[in-house]
Nanobody
Framework: QVQLVESGGGLVQAGGSLRLSCVAS????????MGWYRQAPGKQRELVAA???????HHADSVKGRFTISRDKAKKTVYLQMNSLKPEDTAVYYCNVNGDSPYEYDYWGQGTQVTVSS
């Protein structure tokens, strides 16, 4: 069983920075992709950024140039560096690990709140 624990959320003023971390406990396959999603009140959960096992990254248009996803395979940890934060970035941020080998799996963290004040 895999558990994901996020940390690093909090309250920050617009223009500030935060770094989210997500540590996986249990076995993570080397082929796993990891990512960050967010959900604001009254809105659907959306993909913020993702990183493949080979290090290829994808960032949503709304965060390009401001957020950067990275991972440390040895530590089974994925990070999200968030700079130039805006009030519209306010949401609960969730860590995700998924893959399809040797079987399909999809794990979620409990979420960490990020609040950006104007």
């Amino acid at each position: 069983q895999v558990q994901l624990v996020e940390s690093g959320g909090g309250l920050v003023q617009a223009g500030g920075s935060l770094r989210l971390s997500c540590v996986a406990s249990g076995s993570i396959f080397s082929s796993a992709a990891m990512g960050w999603y967010r959900q604001a009140p009254g809105k659907q959960r959306e993909l913020v950024a993702a990183i493949t096992s080979l290090g290829a990254t994808h960032h949503a248009d709304s965060v390009k140039g401001r957020f950067t996803i990275s991972r440390d395979k040895a530590k089974k940890t994925v990070y999200l560096q968030m700079n130039s934060l805006k009030p519209e970035d306010t949401a609960v941020y969730y860590c995700n690990v998924n893959g399809d080998s040797p079987y399909e799996y999809d794990y979620w963290g409990q979420g960490t709140q990020v609040t950006v004040s104007s």
